[in-house]
């Protein structure tokens, strides 16, 4: 459709990214199938053992008969309730923390060290503790998903805050504004990329945490399929389950980036 509030130029430009965007996806998807091509390829005529590697061809009808004796979306469920709900927790958990931290400059230096040698620690050795403390339900993988994800979202969090042009707070307190209008009117909306970009970080972060989480202590979900299927050399689940892994983290970054979108198209208006 054409737009009459658009010159030539610009309609000749939006064009011009659209049929970028179009060339970008289709190589995304040609690239896609080309390796999944080569891959099938490699296997079938033998130069690599397809139990070792799996193929997409079996991929595919380990998928089918996980989906024929009802347990495909069940896993999928339990493994996209944990890693959603530890990644909200996490995000509005560091939010807040981030939040208080900027506010006092005192608290953040008491903390920071303490942040910092969080953030180094391996989750991994705390399985045993995080047995012990929630048991061995979707409990402990969802403050796995958590302990993995908040030192993140407070570190980058934090980190925006803290840049936000010290000039411009000045005039905000020289003409007479408090700390929660410099906050709600200056602060907050400068961190907004920071806010995008640690959703971005927060989605990875996420699906590593529960998967880490599933592999301590778990009786369903991706994660213990790929335990399982390890434990009794089947490879194809093993493949399977880190094929549709793939699939849900690239899901739930896509929707991220649609919020990004929508949120700049809002702010334009």
Not at 26 to 45: D, N
Not at 116 to 122: D, K, Q, R, T, Y
Not at 185 to 190: A, G, I, M, N, Y
Not at 231 to 236: G, P, S
Request: glycine content about 8%.
């Amino acid at each position: 459709m054409k737009n009459n509030n658009y010159s030539k130029e610009h309609a000749r430009y939006l064009r011009g990214r659209r049929r970028n965007t179009a060339l970008v996806w289709a190589c995304r998807i040609g690239l896609l199938m080309l390796l999944l091509g080569l891959w099938e390829l490699i296997t079938f005529c033998g130069w690599v053992d397809p139990f070792i590697m799996s193929s997409p061809s079996r991929i595919a009808k380990t998928i089918a008969s996980l989906y024929a004796d009802g347990s495909l979306f069940y896993h999928i469920g339990v493994t996209l309730w944990e890693t959603l709900a530890g990644f909200a927790i996490a995000v509005a958990l560091g939010f807040f923390v981030a939040l208080l931290l900027w506010w006092s400059e005192t608290l953040r230096k008491v903390l920071e060290p303490y942040i910092v040698v969080i953030n180094a620690l391996p989750k991994i050795a705390l399985g045993p503790l995080i047995i012990i403390w929630f048991g061995t339900g979707s409990k402990a993988i969802v403050f796995m998903t958590v302990l993995v994800g908040v030192i993140v979202s407070i570190l980058h969090m934090l980190s925006a805050f803290i840049a936000t042009d010290p000039n411009k707070i000045l005039l905000l307190k020289s003409m007479g504004a408090s700390k929660p209008q410099v906050l709600l009117k200056l602060v907050l909306p400068s961190a907004y990329p920071a806010v995008i970009s640690m959703l971005k970080v927060n989605v990875g972060m996420a699906w590593i945490g529960s998967i880490m989480g599933e592999y301590i202590v778990s009786r369903a979900g991706l994660g213990y399929l790929i335990v399982y299927g390890g434990q009794v050399f089947k490879l194809d689940l093993v493949m399977s389950a880190t094929f549709i892994l793939c699939l849900l983290a690239a899901g739930m970054y896509a929707l991220v980036v649609l919020l990004e979108k929508i949120l700049i198209k809002d702010t334009q208006h």
